[in-house]
């Protein structure tokens, strides 16, 4: 994610891409990214595209579940809990 060796990463570097990576899994914003990491929106757009180009299977997962959410109203976790869109 820094794109420095491993035995450089410091545990602030750990704790910074534990927090980008959950947000962009879950949808964070290049806004979001861009005011918790102090960088510029445009950054944060950058680095959210080079994400999902280097995890291309994460992006397909995302947009299966979307599809999926969109054709059934729901969607099933990967330990088969049924997640739907009603009011709780």
């Not at 962009?24 to 680095?47: N, P, V, W």
Request: aromatic letters at 10%; a positive charge; proline letters at 2%.
């Amino acid at each position: 994610m820094f794109g420095v060796d491993p035995a450089q990463v410091t545990d602030d570097m750990r704790r910074r891409a534990k927090a980008v990576n959950f947000g962009i899994l879950y949808g964070m914003s290049e806004t979001r990214l861009a005011r918790d990491q102090g960088m510029t929106r445009q950054d944060a757009h950058d680095f959210i595209e080079a994400y999902f180009e280097r995890f291309k299977s994460v992006k397909a997962y995302i947009e299966g579940v979307r599809a999926e959410a969109m054709r059934e109203g729901q969607v099933r976790t990967l330990f088969g809990r049924v997640r739907d869109r009603s009011p709780r």
